[in-house]
């Protein structure tokens, strides 16, 4: 788990301002958050956890912006560093001598703020690593002072699978085997505007990353994993989908519980425990459910609503999916048929604030909704289309006139009736 504790502290990209400055003490980013196995569930994020208060409000925060793809590779202009300052300085009065400098750097994204040098060249006649291979790497990072804030030995991740910052991501990609390359990213595509604590990188720091690329293999088949197995790469996944999710970087979270929820579901060549079935089928709601809360986080409230009727397909009385589900009906207008599914989560949990909280403010807004519409009804059609109702009155008679009539007649016969009878005793 070392080596994927480290990339899972390098969010990619940008996202909601904090307090500049060293984040290095804030817990949110402490990666023993995940390391402790602990889910985000009922964490003030609004994910998927066990929590005596039930699940938390679902507020907008906003999105950070979609990670740029890699692009085709660019010449461009020096890199703006302190590593080339020098260099760039010195080949000033000598033209050649500066755009051979130039050259030496690779515009990874054209944009001049990922940049890549080789060092040492690599095996030219082995393939580059390819999305989906496990690579293991050595590599030294440092800021722009020089100051060194993480060296591994033998780091290990998937590419293209979001376990480490965009900088090695994209750049891996371009390496042959073998190679030894200087990375310098902009904070964009490093620790963005949060920064980490390990590595402690501040925030909006530009980082320096010397590269070795040592190995390149082929990812394990799903198929052929064990239970166990399967279940470590799924939580590994979902883990990776947390720390994004606490750094809002939603876009980003939602593709590592998508690639969770792939490996659970990937048809087994191996037989499972009924133990093992259960475990994975509880990572699939958990999955699930965090899924539903980043997508609510980007208003894509359809695949929310999907996300939550799947988890509700295994756990039909999931707390989480319940809340969630009737959320996204709530924001989507839908009230008749949000209340009931509010009110069967409120029955789960009598003491849950959030849902009871919830499902009041839905009934006062179904009221008012339907005072809008009675509204609108009066005004098109006029009042007269809407008979005023008057409170009946204790003396007044209701009874029609025809069924009057019939009891008199009734009453007379029967006076007459009683004079005869009397008459001939």
Known sequence: MDEMSWGSRGAAGDTNSLSQGNKCND?????????????????????????????????DVGVSEEPEVLGEDQQGSGPNTSEVSDETQSAAADPDSSNKADEEWLQVL???????????????????????????????????????VEEDP???????????????????????????????????????CLGSTRPCVPANATVHIEIQLLSVKDGPDVELLSGKERLLQANMKRERGNTYFLRSEYVFAISSYD?????VNSNSKVEFSLEEEQELSDVKVKCLNNLAAAQLKLEHFEAALKSSNAALKHQPNNIKALFRK?????????YTEAIPVLKHAARLEPSNKAILVELSQLLRKQSEQ??????????????????????????????????????????????????????RT
């Open 326 to 334: 009737g959320k996204v009906l709530t924001l989507q207008g839908e």
């Open 110 to 148: 054209g944009n001049e703020l990922l940049r890549k040098k080789v060092l040492i060249a690599g095996e030219n006649e082995e393939p580059r690593p390819q999305k989906g291979q496990n690579v293991t790497v050595r590599l030294k990072m440092s800021l722009e002072d020089g100051s060194e």
């Open 27 to 59: 817990p949110l980013l402490k990666p023993s958050l995940l390391a402790s196995g602990d889910d985000i569930e009922s964490t003030g994020s609004d994910t998927d956890e066990d929590d005596s208060n039930g699940p938390p409000s679902l507020e």
């Open 370 to 423: 339907r005072s809008v519409e009675q509204a609108m009804y009066r005004k098109m059609l006029g009042d007269m289309a809407i008979p005023p109702v008057s409170s009946p009155s204790r003396f007044t008679w209701n009874i029609p006139w025809k069924w009057l009539f019939g009891a008199t007649v009734v009453a007379v016969g029967g006076v007459a009736v009683s004079v005869i009878v009397a008459a």
């Open 259 to 263: 690639i969770a929820l792939n490996i």
């Open 154 to 192: 033998a780091l290990t991740f998937t590419v293209g699978d979001g376990d480490v910052i965009q900088a090695l991501d994209l750049c891996i990609q371009l390496m042959d085997p073998g190679e030894t390359a200087l990375i310098i990213s902009d904070a964009k595509y490093a620790f963005g």
